[in-house]
């Protein structure tokens, strides 16, 4: 049984347009409004969730020498 690749090679870039992508199925899905139950409803989830791991493995620059106020 083949295994999966789990080092993958992909450029800041490469992650941008899969974000991107995912993004605009995701807006795509959320226009047609799905029934509940549907196979649309759960690919929809899917890539919401998808969108949300993406986010999370993120790193975020903050300035070390001076003190970061948001907004």
Known sequence: ????????E???AD???????????????????PAAGSSEED?????HELLGRLH???IFY???DKVYVSG
């Open 1 to 8: 049984m083949p295994q999966y690749n789990d080092m993958f």
């Open 10 to 12: 992909l450029s800041v």
């Open 15 to 33: 992650m941008e347009l899969i974000e991107t992508a995912l993004q605009t199925t995701r807006d795509t899905l959320s226009e047609t409004h």
């Open 43 to 47: 690919t929809l989830r899917r890539v």
């Open 56 to 58: 999370n493995q993120k």
């Open 62 to 64: 903050y300035p070390k």
